[in-house]
């Protein structure tokens, strides 16, 4: 199986930056491997954890193509080595490639012929700088096109660079000696140096604004230079202001050990491993080699490049060829990385493995493929604050994630026969990743029961098209549409939408209705003087709050006034309104002695607040009654001969205007007397 590890160290990047190699845009091009007319096959694997789409465009040579990926499901970009691979040393090419999507994906290029192999993750375009170091290795095969190379992109037009090479560039520039070259976007520059090494060269962009990409490697070589099994080995760089001083790395798995090395980006770096005596190196781009045997953790005063060689072969016991991985430091550590674990020619898919650090507290919280892979960890031999893991891997799109951080790689051998593997490094690079202009999400009303009306919207990008279903069989393509539901029951509610892509993206969201609530107080009350009713909610509910402020589902009233109720239950809830009148009694009976009363409000409100929406008398011992009510010119808006009648403020079916109203109320009692009352009534909002 395929193996990576992972390494957790404490996070020192402030909350503005994020740690990833996810991007929308990508710059990259292809250095010279076996020369033209190869067979080498150059691709780019694009995943993504959501559907998106893109262009893949080579600017300087009219190249354009466009491409679609579904999410969790890689798409490869291939490209023919005779069209895109840069060939020749000391030279300008048209040949650079740039990558853009809707949405954010990881980019991973990997080039490969039979017996020869290797990877590296592509930075995003913004997450690039203008000052790097390269680090390749020493060409040890006396070959026109395998010698240590270094591959400069640029971004932006006019971008002015200066390089100084660490050794002899062929047909170019000699060691130490700083040149210029001036590129625009799509074009890149390509040195060599034939058995020599270009580790150390210093490439800076003399304009902060024009960040440049530096790939750099070899087209074939042997790890080290002594040791039989020869391949391609390429890294893409990290600009300098990303670099760390701390990093925790193991060897590769099954291996007896691995090449490392160390790069100074300042004069008089100190340099220990697992706490040993300190190595000096004395100028910036100076490096050290050593042989890695177990788990080491190196720190520097000064930030460094750290990277890791696979041995071939004949110098370990296990089969595949020389690959390298750039790795992380402590402020490199990615919190969620997506990738494609894949396997070609004479790739074992049983040795897949995903090769992952981290510090040791922070193991429970590593989860691969969504669950916890905390029991595969093993803590360094020299420092139980870092842990790692060899995580067996199948050839699929897997993930990994933790709110903490890690370190990863992934990496494979052969079989026996032909020697070949492949390396890259997973982590994330410090910097502010744009925000994702194109995302599309939904949002609806505070819809709550049976017969309310949801309105939906969108948020964020609006799509050139889409279509709603709402979880009942329905269906709207309005921007925003109006919905109700007629059961309650949880719905999901889906937006399918297309933009430039061609397949389409969806959001869901799970609606809940719930059941109606009707509450229902009862008629108006009276009750004799010194004595008290209680008034009880109709229905059950898991709150409930009175007008008094009790939250009980019942209280007890003895004073005149207006009370209301509202229950909620869920995402529903309702409200009722009654009315309670103290009167004078004596101790006989009632219907005899009891002195009638009639009670007129003098305002109401009918705004559907709940609260006092209808306008309503309230008497007792009436025998007839006739009531009728005009607006300020006279007309006649509302007439009844019950008080049980309550006028709702409209006048045939639309709302009356505020204002003063003349209510007149004529009839008796069933005492025999009789009554007749005119007055003004304030209609309110």
Aim: glycine letters at 6%; a negative charge; aromatic letters at 10%.
């Amino acid at each position: 199986m395929r193996l990576f590890y992972i390494l957790c160290c404490v996070l020192t990047y402030t909350s503005s930056m994020g740690q990833s190699l996810k991007g929308t845009d990508f710059w990259l091009g292809f250095p010279e491997q076996l020369g033209v007319g190869s067979a080498m096959k150059q691709s780019v694997y694009i995943v993504s954890d959501v559907n998106t789409c893109g262009t893949v465009t080579s600017p300087k040579i009219g190249y354009s193509k466009s491409f679609t990926v579904t999410a969790s499901v890689p798409t490869i970009l291939n490209f023919h080595a005779d069209t895109f691979e840069v060939n020749g040393t000391d030279t300008i090419s048209e040949k650079g490639i740039h990558i853009t999507t809707e949405h954010p994906v990881f980019a991973t290029f990997l080039s490969r012929d039979n017996g020869q192999a290797d990877a590296f993750s592509i930075v995003p375009t913004p997450a690039l700088g203008t000052e790097y170091y390269a680090v390749t290795y020493t060409a040890s095969v006396n070959h026109p096109v395998y010698n240590s190379g270094l591959l400069v992109v640029a971004t932006v037009d006019n971008t002015s660079i200066t390089i100084t090479p660490a050794d002899d560039i062929e047909n170019g520039t000699t060691m130490g000696t700083p040149f210029d070259i001036i590129l625009d976007a799509g074009e890149v520059y390509q040195g060599s140096s034939r058995m020599g090494d270009l580790t150390g060269s210093h490439v800076i962009s003399n304009d902060p604004t024009k960040p440049i990409a530096l790939i750099a490697g070899l087209g074939c070589t042997r790890v080290p230079v002594s040791c039989n099994a020869c391949d391609c080995i390429y890294e893409e760089m990290y600009p300098v202001s990303t670099l760390d001083t701390i990093y925790p790395l193991i060897i590769f798995k099954d291996r007896d050990e691995d090449m490392v090395r160390i790069i100074a980006t300042e004069d008089n770096t100190s340099v220990s491993d697992n706490g040993g005596p300190p190595i000096l190196l004395a100028n910036k781009g100076d490096f050290f080699e050593y042989a890695l045997t177990s788990e080491s953790i190196l720190e520097s005063d000064k930030p460094i490049y750290v990277m890791q060689y696979m041995e071939g072969n004949a110098c370990n016991p296990v089969n595949g060829d020389p690959s390298m991985i750039r790795i992380n430091g402590c402020n490199q550590m990615e919190t969620f990385i997506q990738y494609d674990a894949f396997i070609f020619n004479n790739i074992d898919a049983s040795t897949l493995t995903t090769h992952i650090i981290c510090k040791t507290v922070d193991t429970p919280t590593i989860d691969f493929d969504g669950s916890p892979i905390g029991n595969l960890f093993q803590t360094f031999a020299a420092d139980n604050t870092y842990s790692f893991a060899y995580v067996p891997t199948t050839p699929a799109i897997h993930t990994i994630e933790s709110p903490n951080g890690f370190a990863a790689y992934v990496y494979a051998y052969s079989a026996a026969g032909v020697q070949e593997s492949y390396a890259y490094s997973l982590a994330g690079i410090p910097y502010t990743m744009p925000p994702d202009t194109n995302t599309t999400d939904i949002s609806f009303n505070d819809l709550a029961c049976i017969s309310d009306t949801a309105i939906f919207s969108i948020t964020g990008a609006i799509p050139d098209s889409f279509i709603w279903h709402f979880g009942d069989g329905n269906a709207d393509t309005a921007l925003m549409p109006e919905h109700t539901y007629q059961d309650a029951g949880n719905y999901l509610v889906e937006l399918v939408y297309f933009n430039d892509c061609a397949n389409p993206d969806t959001v869901r969201m799970t609606l809940t209705v719930d059941s109606n609530i009707n509450v229902d107080l009862g008629s108006n009350q009276e009750i004799c003087e010194d004595n008290s009713i209680v008034i009880s909610s109709n229905v059950s509910g898991s709150t409930y709050v009175w007008s008094t402020g009790e939250t009980n589902d019942s209280i007890i009233v003895d004073t005149s006034g207006t009370y209301w109720l509202t229950v909620s239950d869920g995402n529903c809830q309702d409200q009722d309104t009654i009315e309670v009148v103290v009167i004078s009694c004596d101790s006989s009976n009632h219907q005899d002695t009891i002195n009638p009363i009639l009670f007129i409000p003098n305002a109401f409100s009918p705004n559907n607040d709940q609260l006092n929406d209808y306008f309503n008398i309230v008497g007792h011992d009436i025998g007839l009654i006739s009531i009728n009510i005009y607006n300020n010119i006279g007309t006649l808006i509302f007439t009844s001969n019950s008080l049980n009648n309550k006028w709702d403020g409209t006048y045939k079916n639309l709302p009356i205007n505020p204002g003063v109203l003349l209510v007149t109320v004529q009839g008796n009692f069933i005492n025999g007397n009789s009554f007749e009352v005119l007055k003004n009534v304030t209609l309110l909002k």
